[in-house]
């Protein structure tokens, strides 16, 4: 499946760490920032958790809140979280079923091998549970900041 910017945002209800629950009906009224990432503590996804953590004030002024989303399981979210004093929410999607409603749930190479995991992807929701805006195979550095803008321009 392909995700539309304009398209009802497909519904998420998760595990979280710390034993927790998330689901985008809960978040209504609020900008979520649902970004998928390939696996916990690994040295792209600790560079952009770590990215939105620093900013992490600039998108609650703008009326925003982040949401992390992996295959691990929510013990791996809960020690990730605790080693970089992640101050949002880490979901567990283990069966991939929301990975696969986002459309992030790709082949992948490595090596000259190939494999299925999660193309890193970040998806802008508004309020109303719309899409906005949908950045597929995420390169790190200044990632953050440009979500950061797009959330800004929402209101």
């Known amino acids: 499946m392909t995700l539309a910017v304009g398209q009802p945002a497909p519904d998420v209800s998760l595990p979280t760490d710390g034993g927790g629950h998330v689901s985008l ?7 979520v ?3 998928f990432y390939p696996k916990d503590d690994t040295s792209g996804c600790t560079k952009e958790a770590v990215a939105f953590k620093n900013a992490l004030g600039d998108f609650e002024a703008a009326g925003a809140v982040i ?8 013990t791996k979210h809960d020690t990730f979280k605790a080693k970089y004093d992640l101050p949002f929410t880490l979901a567990s999607d283990a069966d991939g079923d929301v990975c696969e409603r986002y459309g992030v749930w ?3 190479s490595m090596y000259g091998k190939t494999y299925m995991g999660i193309e890193r992807t970040t998806v802008l929701i508004d309020g109303a549970g719309v899409v906005r805006h949908v950045w597929p195979k995420v390169k790190v550095p200044g990632h953050a900041e440009a979500v950061l803008e797009a959330v800004r321009g929402l209101g």
Not at 25 to 31: H, I, P, Q, V, Y
Not at 67 to 74: E, I
């Open 25 to 31: 009906s809960d978040l209504a009224g609020k900008a």
């Open 33 to 35: 920032v649902l970004y």
């Open 67 to 74: 949401v992390g989303v992996s295959k691990d399981p929510v």
């Open 106 to 108: 790709k082949e992948k």
